[in-house]
């Protein structure tokens, strides 16, 4: 009985040394905004190129696709 007092005892005093050692952990919002900046540089090219044939095909037949 006497062994278990003691036992007990000790996971007490070794729970409470623990938890004493704990750091405290603060959680705060930021004085100032969160500010991302990226650089992003999008470009997009199209090019049709068209034969010499297709193109006077379309100048004789202006209506071919209408």
Excluded: H
Aim: proline content about 5%; some cysteine; charged content about 25%.
């Amino acid at each position: 009985m006497v062994r278990q007092k003691i036992y007990l005892f000790s996971i007490a005093s070794l729970a409470a040394a623990i938890v004493a050692g704990c750091a405290t952990i603060k959680i705060e919002a930021p004085d100032k905004p969160i500010e991302i900046n990226l650089n992003v540089k999008i470009e997009q090219e199209l090019r049709i190129k068209l034969d010499r044939e297709i193109e006077n095909l379309i100048a004789d037949n202006p209506d071919i696709f209408g």
